[in-house]
């Protein structure tokens, strides 16, 4: 661009000069002729000499600008040859440059579009994971409710009840398995199994109790054995109940 501009500015310059010299040309030419219309008087042969020399001097000056304005004349047709290349070059580019663009945009809607379907599909799954979570956690709390009663008092009365929940928690889980996290998974199966093993050995206890002294005496050390095994598996459920919740407010507050 600048190169143009210069070149623009330098044949205005030339084309002004040229335009100064024809007219001195045509001046200097009109003198002499004004010289010529009187052959005696010695001066004016002496002017139309100097005449016609600085005419010689400024026809060499014209021809010089005409020959440079030439040059510069070819020097701007391949400018413009030039520009006109260049000016092909951005188009064709720019066009690629467009392409390009909206190749990037449409691809750029389209991962938008699945992002938003992957964040939809992350909220609905957390949301439900969410209730699911607090329910199963609310059946995890009742169920060991149901265990402590037992363990504080074995009745037998408790035992259906206490078993319907364990029951219950399971079926809990199972139906749920999708929405539950692979670790909180066998976590649970292994409180459920906790569960399962401290009922055993309550109910064992109370089908002992409810026997005959003799009987009691006979069994005693596998009355101490199953009594050892239920504080052994409520000290179990105990910590697996505090670690499942622990899990649980983790996975919810993400």
């Known amino acids: ?4 501009n210069n070149m623009f500015n330098g044949i205005l310059a030339l084309r002004d000069r040229y335009i100064e010299v024809c007219d001195e040309i045509s001046r200097l030419d009109g003198l002499i002729r004004g010289c010529r219309v009187d052959h005696s008087d010695p001066d004016s042969s ?3 000499g100097y005449y016609a020399s600085q005419i010689q001097q400024l026809e060499a000056q014209r021809k010089d600008i005409e020959c440079k304005n ?3 004349a070819q020097l701007n047709d391949r400018l413009a ?3 006109r290349m260049l000016d092909h070059y951005n188009n064709k580019h720019q066009k690629e440059l467009e392409s390009i663009k909206n190749d990037f945009s449409n691809a750029l809607v389209k991962v938008q579009h699945e992002y938003d379907k992957l964040k939809q599909k992350h909220y609905l799954y957390s949301q439900s994971q969410f209730e699911l979570y607090n329910s199963l956690w609310k059946q995890l709390i009742y169920t060991r409710r149901l265990a402590d009663d037992l363990w504080k008092d074995a009745d037998p009365q408790k035992i259906p009840s206490f078993a319907s929940q364990i029951g219950q928690t399971k079926l809990v889980i199972e139906e749920n398995m999708l929405l539950i996290e692979e670790s909180h998974y066998k976590e649970l199966l292994d409180l459920m199994s906790e569960f399962d093993e401290f009922k055993f050995g309550k109910q064992t206890l109370i089908e002992i109790r409810q026997s005959s002294v003799d009987s009691i005496l006979e069994n005693i050390d596998d009355i101490k054995d199953i009594i050892n095994k239920n504080i052994k598996a409520k000290e179990r459920y105990d910590v697996l109940v505090t670690k499942v919740g ?3 407010r983790n996975q919810i507050h993400g």
């Not at 661009?1 to 143009?4: D, E, F, H, M, V």
Request: proline letters at 0%.
């Open 46 to 48: 002496c002017s139309c």
């Open 246 to 248: 622990n899990s649980f």
């Open 70 to 72: 030439n040059l510069i």
């Open 1 to 4: 661009y600048l190169l143009g």
């Open 81 to 83: 040859e030039s520009q």
